[in-house]
Nanobody, 124 residues
Framework: QVQLVESGGGSVQPGGSLSLSCAASGFTTNHYAIGWFRQAPGKEREQIACIAHSDLSVWLADSVEDRFGISRDNAMNAVYLHMNRLKPEDTALYFC?????????????????WGQGTQVTVSS
């Protein structure tokens, strides 16, 4: 069964750090593009990061590129979102997703398989 499970969310003060995990089952993450998205209350879902198959490329949104990073652990079959210098505006439900029918490139991925999300709250 294909599944993505996010974890690692929580509450943190501004300026703090969190690392989110996206654990996959039923497929090998290294063969596919994995994206991270977030959705804040009342706002549209926003893609913030992607890592292509075989780690050939990574992409980060302008809003996070100087604070967040994305990495993959093939042994764990997981992808991570490393978040530093968090701001209150980073508060959102964070999702990972993949395109199992695609060729593994972030630029052409059609993300159709999603996890359930993990909440990140940044406040003092």
């Amino acid at each position: 069964q294909v599944q993505l499970v996010e974890s690692g969310g929580g509450s943190v003060q501004p300026g703090g750090s969190l690392s989110l995990s996206c654990a996959a089952s039923g497929f090998t993450t290294n063969h596919y593009a994995i994206g991270w998205f977030r959705q804040a209350p009342g706002k549209e879902r926003e893609q913030i990061a992607c890592i292509a198959h075989s780690d050939l490329s990574v992409w980060l949104a302008d809003s996070v590129e100087d604070r967040f990073g994305i990495s993959r652990d093939n042994a764990m079959n997981a992808v991570y979102l490393h978040m530093n210098r968090l701001k209150p505006e980073d508060t959102a439900l964070y999702f990972c997703a993949t395109d199992l029918g695609g060729r593994g490139a972030c630029s052409t991925a059609d993300f159709t398989t999603w996890g359930q999300g993990t909440q990140v709250t940044v406040s003092s």
